[in-house]
């Protein structure tokens, strides 16, 4: 059973295709992998969808496919993210639903193989496209008394990445916006959560793939991730960091509780 079936089989009167009918979404990096996948999977749900990338042929390509739009968007520009959901309002009436998912790699260390562009590349897309486009959605969000956003993070968000210390840096920094922005926007009936993939199918694992593969490590379908960011969307969670691993059910991670200033005391 797919996750659209799933979800519209525990909401009696509603069918396949329909669990997100009406409802309006944007993805960005939506033109390959993890992207992709989302989109054709709200698209199936029954949303309407804008897809933004900079790979504007693999954009139209999904976009085509599934009766959507395509937007050209640089998310390490604001300018680009607010543009993005001004468009969307324009053509669709409003936004409930974000998947904001546009990422890199690194591609250098903090030793000699340190490049500033790179990072900056990095930082970019993977952070500030996170930041600027919350920032843009929120008045169009409130517009339609609240909605859903996604951020991809991953599970190196979670967890220590010695070998790509600033990829671990920016996706732990989003893990950090979610569980923060999602009590902080409640009020507004925004829900903020974040997804945590492993090694997903994705051009960003292209360059481990043959050290993957000499490890034995199983890559995750980008239709898993795109299914966990649909349960995530038509769930009731916020604040919420979902793991996914090969071989295991994706779910929240459970935090540990930090010891108060109280505790310390004397320590």
């Not at 680009?80 to 936004?95: D, H, I, K, S, Y």
């Not at 009936?189 to 694992?205: D, L, M, T």
């Not at 239709?223 to 916020?238: E, K, P, S």
């Amino acid at each position: 059973m797919t996750a659209v079936e799933s979800v519209a089989a525990a909401r009696p009167g509603q069918t396949d295709g329909a669990v997100l009918q009406g409802k309006v979404a944007i993805v960005t990096g939506a033109a390959s992998g993890l992207g992709r996948a989302t989109a054709l999977t709200l698209a199936k749900a029954g949303a309407r969808v804008v897809v933004a990338d900079l790979d504007a042929r693999g954009g139209r390509e999904v976009a085509d496919m599934i009766g959507g739009h395509f937007r050209a968007c640089d998310v390490s520009d604001p300018d680009a993210n607010r543009a993005l959901v001004n468009f969307t309002q324009e053509t669709c009436g409003g936004v409930d639903i974000a998947l904001l998912n546009a990422g890199v790699a690194t591609g250098c260390g903090l030793g000699e193989d340190f490049d500033l562009a790179r990072y900056r590349r990095a930082m970019g897309a993977n952070l500030d496209g996170v930041v600027f486009g919350t920032h843009a959605l929120l008045p169009a969000l409130r517009a339609r008394g609240g909605g859903v956003i996604v951020a991809t993070a991953s599970l190196a968000g979670l967890a220590a990445v010695p070998l790509d210390p600033l990829y671990a840096a920016n996706k732990h920094a989003v893990v950090g916006l979610a569980r923060s922005l999602g009590p902080a926007l409640a009020p507004d009936n925004v829900r903020f959560n974040a997804v945590c993939p492993g090694f997903a199918e994705s051009r960003i694992i292209d360059p481990l793939r043959d050290m993957l593969s000499e490890q034995s490590m199983p890559i995750i379908p980008a239709q898993v991730v795109a299914d966990t960011v649909l349960r995530i969307v038509t769930g009731d969670g916020t604040g919420e960091c979902w793991f996914i691993q090969a071989g295991r059910d994706p779910e929240p991670f459970r935090f540990r509780t930090v010891p108060g200033p109280g505790k310390l005391v004397g320590t």
